[in-house]
Each structure stands twice: as structure tokens, then as C-alpha cells.
């Protein structure tokens, strides 16, 4: 059974930086690829980032270009996104997910954390 934890969310203030963390169990970590989504209150579910099995190539949602990373680590199972310069449109509760598709789109993973709040102070 596939399980993904994330962690590593919390408050800061506008300007500051996170690194969120998701810890993969339950299937082979470095034949999926990963992602990152975030959900705003009254907003739908949006992409963020991900990033191939082996690493070597990423995209970003055009909100987050030049401020975020996402990386991973095959030999710990988890996934990494880096976020500075963080705005209060920034708040969201952050999901990481995994899958067979390196892709943009929601449908194209199949395991989902269960999310982990960033909140962004003014």
C-alpha cells in the first residue's frame, strides 16, 4: 500500500522560506515520478511542481518559477520542494503525489498525501 507523508509546513511571514518534505513507502520510490499540488480555501486543487524519476528534469506552475524547487532523494524515498520568497498567495494546504506520468495534471497520479498546511503572514 502506497503511503506518502509530508511534513515540514507551518507559519512564516511574507519573504521567508519552507522546505516541505514527503516521505514515499509502499512502492518502488525511484519509478514514479512526483509532484507537488496546493489547495487555497474555495480554490480547486492546482499543480506546483514535479520532477522525473531519476531527477533530471522538473517544471513549474508559472506562480512559483524562480521561487520554488522540488528535488529528491531515491535513496531516502522522498521528494523535496523548496520554497523562498514566499507571498500570501502562497497559502495553501500542499500535497505531494506520485505516478507512473511525469505530468502537469491532476489525473496523471495516483497517491496522494495527505497534505500539509503553509500559511503565509503578511
Known amino acids: 500500500q502506497v503511503q506518502l507523508v509530508e511534513s515540514g509546513g507551518g507559519l512564516v511571514q511574507a519573504g521567508g522560506s519552507l522546505r516541505l518534505s514527503c516521505a514515499a513507502s509502499?512502492?518502488?520510490?525511484?519509478?514514479?515520478?512526483m509532484s507537488w499540488f496546493r489547495q487555497a480555501p474555495g480554490k480547486e486543487r492546482e499543480f506546483v511542481a514535479a520532477i522525473t524519476r531519476s531527477g533530471g528534469n522538473t517544471v513549474y506552475a508559472d506562480s512559483v518559477k524562480g521561487r520554488f524547487t522540488i528535488s529528491r532523494d531515491n535513496t531516502k524515498n522522498t521528494v523535496y520542494l523548496q520554497m523562498n520568497s514566499l507571498n500570501t498567495e502562497d497559502t495553501a494546504v500542499y500535497y505531494c503525489?506520485?505516478?507512473?506520468?511525469?505530468?502537469?495534471?491532476?489525473?496523471?497520479?495516483?497517491?496522494w498525501g495527505q497534505g500539509t498546511q503553509v500559511t503565509v503572514s503578511s
Open positions: 509502499g512502492r518502488t520510490f525511484s519509478y514514479f515520478a
Open positions: 503525489a506520485s505516478g507512473r506520468i511525469y505530468s502537469v495534471y491532476r489525473n496523471s497520479y495516483d497517491a
